[in-house]
Structure formats: structure tokens, C-alpha cells
């Protein structure tokens, strides 16, 4: 029995934020089709950022009606919304309608804002409901949640999304003359192992199998009293998710935390002592690395990656949306809570991140274009950046959970306005601005 509710845990944590994280990995090959072309993941950035009046309004709700608020019928609903989503997603992902006189992914806006919404609440509704399980069975959820990020990534990978070559073709011109005929070369996306379509499908499935095991352990007697104690710090710190879900691993540490006793509570006393510096220290570093990791860069991704080719992009966000998993199970096992390890890591992650943001300033045409050096640097570079940031967030998150419940409020709200200050700053410098210049990789002519 046991077993079967560690399955269904880990299934249900699965749901969490895999639609995000699907959309993401797919965006390689997405930009090739919509018409904001490189410009689409800074849209993405605000979306996510706006979806975040879920979890405001689910914990406004708990604040003003404890009690009232039934989160198995929330959860139900967001589920289904999620599948309903992802399914109309696979259908009209690529409908555009025209919007001030330009071809806009309407479409796919609307239905991203709605998955975003059921992603970002579902870290306010599906934590407080495992809490009424023993806390062995919440570690097992956040490891499906992790996983709901990693298998996107692997599925991306096998799916092989936007590999390009350039052709050469011809245009007739006047009377079908040799003299008439044009050479021109245009770039050819080979097409991916499976659809687009399918893949957003497979999203559904999934979520489906989230429906399921959910279903499956509401049907569980209850062996733990749902507390409303528990409620306030998962919603406050959640606000702070954006496309790498920072939130979840901050709770998902406290969850074990609590399951394990007073032996977890050792370390306490040392963290109270912070000053009043060292506290100025931690939180501008959640402010910093939040807005980098969900504002600042990702809306670039594009412009870094796209210019040394497609899957130069295509591992970069298959291998980024997989590092972050990886970057929190380390967290697990490996804890560092020296603020000058933590500040030396962040420094060093924000160097892979200077290192990606200058290169997409200088697109079409960045550094090491066109060799198999640049294209191997450009991806590491931003494996990098997302594992060593993550890192930081899951510790600081720990070491601000051990100092106190109000200490952790203020570590999402933190996060949450890196996070807007982050997407809001590049939406107009990309769109508004044009800062940053996109190009096509068969005929852009840089300089040698």
C-alpha cells in the first residue's frame, strides 16, 4: 500500500508545472512558425508573471474565508482546465488573428496564460493537500514535481526539434529565360521526429495521469488533519514562481523539514544570528537571481542561442529545463548555507549569464558564429547559468525557512518582484525598442 501511495504521489506531482515547462523546451521549434519569431519567450515571460493572480487569489481566500475555500474541488478544476488547455493547444497553437494591422499568436497567448494559471496554482493547492499525508509521501511529491520539468526535456530531446539547413533555390523572372533566373538561399527546418501537435498531447496525457492519481488519493482516509498553519507560507512563497517553479523547492524543503524532527531543527539557533547585512545580503539575492533566471535571460534565449543554430537552441532549452531538477536534488544532498559560498555562486552564475546576454546583444552576428566551439559554449553556458542560480534559490530558501514562517513570506515576495521586475524590464527593450536584432541563420552576412 504504501508503495502504490509513493506511485501515486509522485504521478500527481507530475501535473504540478509540466505545462510550463512543455511549452518552454518546445519553443525551439515554435518560433519558427508563430509570427513574433524571436521575440516569443519575452511575451512568454509576462504571461507567466500575470498567471500569477491565482495563487494571489487563492491566498486572499484563505486569508479572508479560512475554511471556505475547498481545495480538492480546486484542484479538480484546475486539472481539468490544464487537459482542456493542453488539448486546445495541440489544435489552434498555430491560429493567428490580425491584431493592430500584425499577425499575432492570439491563440496561444489566451490558452498559455490559462496553462501558466493552472501551473502557478497548483503550487498553492497541491502542496496543502499532501501535508494531510504523511510528510514521507510529500518528499515523493516533489520529486515528481522535478520530474515534471525533466521528462519535457527528454522528450524534447528525442523529439529532435528544429534542425535547419539552407537551400538553394531558384526565381523565374519575365519569360522564362536563363537570364531570368534568380539564386536565392533560404533556410529548410527538417521535420522533427513527431508534430508539435503531439507533443502538446503528450502534455495532456500527462496531466491526465496527474487527474488520476489525485482522484486516487483523495479517495485515501485521511491520516493527517489538513493545518492552516501550513497554508500561508506554500501560496506567499509560491507568488514567486515563474518558469522554473523557485517556490516549490523552498516548500518542498520545508515539508521535510518538519517530517523529520526535532534533528532537522539543530541548525536553527546558528541561523538567527544573521544581521541585519547578512539578511540585506540573502535578499537581494533572491531578488537578483529571481529576475535573472525568470525575467532577464530567458526572454533573450533566443537571440543567444538561435544565431549559432537551432539545436544550438534546442539542447539549450531541453538541457536548461533539466538542470534545474538536477540543480535541486543536489540541493538535497549537498548543503551549503555559507552566504560566501552562496554569493561566489552567484557571482559565477552571473557570469554565464553576462556571457548569454552579451551574446544575444550581438546577434545576428555573435562570437564563434558558424564553429562548433561557439555552438558547444553557448549551450553550456547556459546549462551553467540555470543550475548554479537554482542552486542558490533552493539555499537560500532553506536557510530563510530555518529562521522563521515570516522570514520565508518575504522570501517569495522577494522573488516574485525580482521575477516582475525581470520580464517587465526586457518586454519593451525586445519589442518596443528592438535592442536586440533578430536575423536568418542561411542569410545573415557578419563581418569576419
Known amino acids: 500500500m504504501a508503495l502504490l501511495i509513493h506511485m501515486l504521489a509522485c504521478a500527481f506531482g507530475l501535473g504540478s508545472w509540466v505545462a510550463v515547462n512543455g511549452l518552454w523546451v518546445e519553443l525551439p521549434l515554435i518560433v519558427n512558425t508563430l509570427p513574433e519569431g524571436w521575440e516569443l519567450p519575452s511575451y512568454l515571460t509576462v504571461i507567466i ?26 484542484i479538480y478544476s484546475i486539472l481539468c482546465i490544464g487537459i482542456l488547455s493542453c488539448i486546445l493547444l495541440g489544435f489552434f497553437w498555430d491560429e493567428t488573428t490580425i491584431v493592430a494591422g500584425a ?16 501551473d502557478c496554482t497548483s503550487s498553492v493547492t497541491f502542496l496543502p493537500f499532501m501535508m494531510q499525508l504523511p510528510a514521507k509521501y510529500v518528499t515523493t511529491y516533489f520529486i515528481g514535481e522535478g520530474l515534471s520539468g525533466f521528462i519535457p526535456g527528454v522528450v524534447a530531446l528525442a523529439q529532435g526539434v528544429g534542425i535547419s539547413r539552407c537551400v538553394n533555390s531558384t526565381q523565374t523572372e519575365g519569360n522564362n529565360t536563363d537570364s531570368g533566373n534568380l539564386w536565392t ?72 523539514s518538519q517530517g523529520e524532527g526535532a534533528a532537522e531543527s539543530v541548525p536553527l539557533p546558528a541561523v538567527l544570528k544573521h544581521s ?19 525575467g532577464l535571460l530567458p526572454s533573450v534565449q533566443t537571440f543567444s542561442c538561435i ?99 515570516s522570514a520565508l513570506v518575504w522570501c517569495g515576495a522577494a522573488a516574485q518582484m525580482g521575477s516582475l521586475v525581470g520580464s517587465v524590464t526586457m518586454f519593451p527593450l525586445i519589442n518596443i525598442y528592438q535592442m536586440f536584432k533578430s536575423g536568418d541563420v542561411c542569410n545573415t552576412v557578419c563581418p569576419l
Open 49 to 74: 508573471q500575470l498567471a500569477n493572480l491565482g495563487p494571489l487569489l487563492v491566498t486572499v481566500m484563505h486569508k479572508l474565508c479560512p475554511g471556505r475555500l475547498k481545495e480538492h474541488v480546486v
Open 103 to 118: 499577425k499575432r499568436s492570439t491563440a496561444f497567448f489566451i490558452i498559455t496564460f490559462f496553462l501558466s494559471l493552472v
Open 185 to 256: 538561399i533560404h533556410t529548410e527546418y527538417l521535420p522533427p521526429n513527431f508534430s508539435t501537435e503531439i507533443f502538446f498531447f503528450f502534455l495532456a496525457a500527462m496531466m491526465c495521469i496527474s487527474l488520476a492519481a489525485f482522484a486516487a488519493l483523495n479517495r485515501l482516509p485521511r491520516t493527517l488533519e489538513l493545518s492552516t498553519e501550513h497554508l500561508v507560507p506554500g501560496p506567499v512563497a509560491s507568488v514567486s514562481l515563474g518558469l522554473d517553479n523557485p517556490g516549490a523547492e523552498t516548500d518542498g524543503e520545508a515539508v521535510k
Open 276 to 294: 541585519v547585512y547578512q539578511l540585506t545580503f540573502i535578499y537581494c539575492l533572491v531578488v537578483w537571481v529571481n529576475s535573472n533566471t525568470n
Open 307 to 405: 544565431p549559432y543554430g537551432n539545436l544550438a537552441y534546442h539542447l539549450s532549452a531541453a538541457l536548461s529545463s533539466m538542470a534545474n531538477p538536477m540543480a535541486c536534488t543536489i540541493a538535497l544532498f549537498f548543503q551549503n548555507r555559507s552566504l560566501v559560498f552562496l554569493g561566489v555562486l552567484t557571482v559565477i552564475g552571473t557570469g554565464f549569464g553576462s556571457y548569454n546576454m552579451a551574446m544575444a546583444a550581438l546577434s545576428p552576428c555573435p562570437l564563434l558564429q558558424g564553429s562548433m566551439v561557439g555552438e558547444a559554449i553557448i549551450v553550456l553556458s547556459w546549462l551553467f547559468f540555470t543550475g548554479t542560480l537554482t542552486y542558490v534559490k533552493v539555499m537560500v530558501g532553506i536557510i530563510l525557512r530555518d529562521r522563521s514562517h
